[in-house]
């Protein structure tokens, strides 16, 4: 009896794997139209049906040319290209009598964003703008599998209600917004799938190797980076959006898999107030048409709950703050082919087929609100800016390097930059009219700059699903100044030139430059690299030079030239990195320190090691990696903590922690490389394993709690109570020694500092190894909890340690965060380039 229930358990279970790995076009697509039988299906094109595997990026892309080749309805063009040389496509879907007058269509939707025009406008007869962008997460794939469904349908379909749609819409698909982490989410999947599929959690199919497919190339969340846009992926696409400014963009995600089916608007309180209530009225009445859709086909929604539209630099925000309205979508993911959930057995095809229906609910809503969609966006941009703000004035200080990218940061948004007329002198910051900008708020994009530049500290609640804050100017650490009386505009910026710098003269004897330019590293280690001997000053000193005596600060970099002038590649890395290289003809100087004085101490050649895998937080090591591969041009050797610790590290000069759990790590082995003379960067959470494993002398503050003093609460307020204790992302004050090696580069005595964890280290005894410390009222903008306020204040953010021969730094923050932490990445490199002169001798510091 057991044999023969087992027998048919058996049979059961694979019925229902196959039936689960194949389904009809008609599970996905309407039956009321009929379909041309020249456009391919899916399934023909493939070889397979949507849902029985995963597509990888290439499949996608390559339907898509097949659609554009073989119907008038649609055309296709690459944005970008990933890292990985993959292509990204922008896929616009219309009816062959617009695409006749596309570029006038475009050019009269762009007029809803300026005043002076719009009101001319009809728009009774403009078409509406629709963006679908699919899977900006690689392994939420239900997305980007779900729009071949969709895109067949806009293809093929025909009738009536598809042509009125198609006349009344320009429908534009990123089909692959995450090409890089798609395709290796699909080659796990389906390398990992059986023929008779596997529901069982514990499958491997279900457990992605580090980092998974969330990620780009260099793991990056890509959905964090539509407002500054440091990648590739993102500069493309945020082009093209502004070169269109949907009325309506929808971003398709996935979510745990034991959820249902998530749409927005999201909870209320957590939206951003610079966010009109149009927004959020048009958004509710939007969802009206998902739940229509979702009820049809029987599938669990909700709305209004775990998720927010607060932070502006995610694809379902931004939209809002620049006329359109941005939907998310949630779908629960199989995260495989078939999986065993709270819920039951919840199979690929079914997540593809509620991603399917909120498109097509999408394309619903859009054809019938589309006049009021339309009116919105126009309204939107009439409303001139009421803030007693009347512009933002920004620049100078020691790198124009920061500047420049901040002009460009900016001008991706569509916004507006003018030189200054003349010096302005506001909020005690002296201007120069050379090397200051100015951001008039009355423009079109008054709202998007006030939420890049505010220093908001208060809000209606204190839960965050994303980042609390986002000053561009502390992002920066460029000189910024609000005027509340407005400044005389120059010339507006339409090209932003790269700031070059220059070569002083020429000598066989050396030459100095200071560690200000951003890419001052980049150019250090190519010298090195190439074989210079070169120092770093640690006490300030003066030099003559082309006849002229100039000063030189602390981290001033000496090239000896042993007897040849590098001129030649120094005017190279000149113009390639901004810098200013000065030649000297003497060792001797007229004031500091000479040029052969002990107090120039060597650099060495950095060589990294970087630990990454399980229990690394894959986002901030990737941030390190970018950093130092695309920005610095410094190879970085990453090994799985496994790796490290069964390899010899003695060739290593510096091993980096990102942030993350290293309860695997061997803190022996670490102990043996610091004391041996290796420097360790620990960083976040990384620090309180520095700590426990008394690798240094670095002591945690205990962390709050939020159960009170034995008072009760409801117990439907736990979330509240707990998710208000979480510093989401929140910036700093810290004071700052410019004099210390961690620092050098820095010329002020404050520094902004993101936090985004709850890690407060506790003051040390020693009065030099503390460079960064936050002051006494620290909070610049976003939210923290009272408790954690009272933490933070007046402990230190970076200590620096002696130990054995070696060093440990510890930084309790990420100074690379998203790679827009422009005005900290600094912090990070001097660990690198300086971290073995820190301490010890005569120059500082006790031996720990």
């Known amino acids: 009896m057991k044999k023969i229930n087992l027998l048919y358990l058996f049979f059961f279970q694979l019925l229902i794997s196959q039936a689960f790995s ?50 008038n309805r649609f055309k296709v063009e690459t944005y970008a290209k990933t890292f990985e040389n993959r292509e990204l496509l922008l896929v616009t879907v219309t009816s062959p009598e617009n695409h006749a007058q596309l570029d006038q269509i475009k050019t009269e939707h762009q007029k809803l964003i300026n005043p002076a025009q719009s009101s001319s406008l009809d728009v009774q007869k403009m078409p509406i703008v629709v963006w679908m962008g699919y899977s900006v997460h690689g392994n939420e794939a239900s997305g980007t599998n779900s729009n071949l469904m969709s895109a067949y349908y806009l293809a093929a379909a025909q009738g009536a209600s598809v042509d009125s749609l198609l006349n ?28 008779n599929l596997v529901s069982d959690i514990n499958s491997r199919e279900f457990s992605e190797t580090w980092p998974g497919g969330r990620s780009n190339h260099y793991w990056f969340d890509m959905n964090r980076d539509w407002l500054y846009q440091q990648m590739p992926e993102s500069k493309g696409r945020l082009a093209k959006f502004y070169d269109w400014r949907p009325n309506i963009l929808t971003d398709h995600h996935e979510m745990g898999s034991a959820s249902s089916f998530f749409f927005q608007p999201g909870i209320p309180a957590r939206t951003h107030p610079l966010t009109p209530k149009k927004n959020i009225e048009l958004t509710v009445k939007f969802g009206k048409y998902q739940a229509i859709g979702l009820d049809k086909i029987g599938s669990a929604y909700y709305t209004q709950e775990n998720y927010d539209d607060f932070y502006y630099g995610k694809g379902s925000t931004l939209p809002d703050v620049n006329g359109s309205i941005g939907i998310l979508f949630e779908q629960a993911s199989s995260r495989g082919h078939l999986q065993e959930t709270a819920n039951g057995l919840l199979s690929f095809p079914f997540t593809v087929r509620n991603q399917v229906t909120a498109t097509f609910s999408t394309l619903r809503a859009a054809r019938e609100m589309r006049v009021e969609l339309l009116e919105h966006m126009r309204n939107f941009y009439k409303e001139s800016s009421t803030d007693a703000v009347k512009g933002y004035v920004f620049g100078g200080g020691n790198d124009a390097i920061k500047t420049w990218e901040m002009v460009n940061m900016l001008k991706r948004n569509q916004i507006e930059v003018y030189h200054l007329a003349k010096d302005e002198s506001l909020d005690g910051i002296a ?47 460029v000189p910024t100044a609000e005027t509340k009386t407005g400044v005389s505009l120059g010339e507006k910026v339409d090209k932003n030139d790269f700031p070059k710098g220059k070569v002083y003269g020429k000598s066989q004897y050396a030459y100095l430059f200071e560690w200000n330019s951003y890419y001052a590293p980049r150019a250090a280690y190519e010298l090195l690299k190439k074989g210079y001997n070169l120092k770093v000053a640690v006490e300030p000193l003066s030099a003559i030079v082309e006849g002229q005596e100039r000063t ?17 590649l120094l005017q190279t890395l000149a113009e390639r990195d901004g810098i200013d290289f000065y030649a000297t003809q003497t060792g001797l100087t ?19 090691l970087m630990l990454g895998g399980t229990g690394v937080q894959s986002t901030d090591a990737g941030e390190i990696w970018h950093l130092l591969d695309q920005r610095i041009n410094i ?66 503050k205990e962390k709050p709690d939020n159960n009170g003093s034995g008072e009760k609460r409801p117990y439907n307020q736990q979330e509240q109570y707990n998710g208000a204790l979480e510093t989401a992302g929140t910036i700093f004050e810290t004071k700052i020694d410019p004099t210390h090696p961690l620092c050098f580069g820095y010329k002020q005595d404050k520094l902004a500092l993101f936090k985004d964890n709850n890690i407060f280290m506790e003051d040390t005894k020693n009065p030099y190894n503390t460079p960064l410390i936050f002051t006494s009222n620290p909070l610049l903008a976003g939210y923290v909890h009272p408790k954690n306020e009272k933490l933070i204040k007046n402990s230190p953010a970076a200590i620096t340690l002696n130990v054995g021969a070696g060093r440990v730094i ?39």
Request: charged residues 20%.
């Open 22 to 71: 194949q389904v009809a076009d008609s599970y996905y697509l309407p039956q009321n139209v009929t379909y041309d039988s020249k456009i391919p299906t899916p399934q023909k094109f493939l070889g397979y049906q949507v849902g029985e595997q995963h597509v990888t990026p290439y499949e996608t892309v390559t339907y898509m040319k097949e659609l554009a080749r073989l119907s």
């Open 168 to 195: 009344e819409a320009v429908i534009l698909i990123d089909p692959v917004i995450n090409a890089d982490g798609g395709n290796r989410f699909a080659t796990w999947v389906n390398i990992n799938r059986s023929t």
């Open 431 to 477: 201007f120069n009219k050379e090397k200051a900008f100015v951001v008039p708020m009355n423009q079109p994009q008054h709202r998007l700059i006030k939420s890049m530049f505010e220093k908001r500290t208060k809000f209606e609640d204190s839960l965050f699903y994303d980042i609390s804050a986002w000053s561009l100017q502390y992002c920066m650490n």
């Open 552 to 568: 030189f600060g602390y981290g001033t970099i000496q090239i000896f030239g042993n007897g040849t002038d590098p001129s030649a």
């Open 590 to 608: 007229p004031q500091g320190i000479d040029l052969g004085s002990e107090k120039f101490r060597k650099i060495r050649l950095p060589k990294i």
């Open 635 to 700: 190879p970085l050797t990453i090994a799985d903590i496994e790796t490290a610790n069964r390899t010899s590290l003695e060739k290593y000069t510096h091993i980096v922690l990102a942030g993350g759990n290293y309860n695997n790590l061997s803190d022996e082995k670490i102990k043996r490389f610091v004391q041996s003379g290796g420097v360790l960067v620990a960083m976040t959470d990384a620090v309180e394993w520095v700590s426990a494993k008394k690798i240094a002398n670095i002591s945690i």
């Open 810 to 848: 510890a930084l309790s923050e990420n100074p690379n965060f998203r790679a827009f932490w422009y005005g900290t990445n600094k912090l990070f490199l001097n660990t690198l380039f300086f971290g073995n002169i820190i301490g010890g001798g005569r120059f500082g510091g006790e031996e720990e």
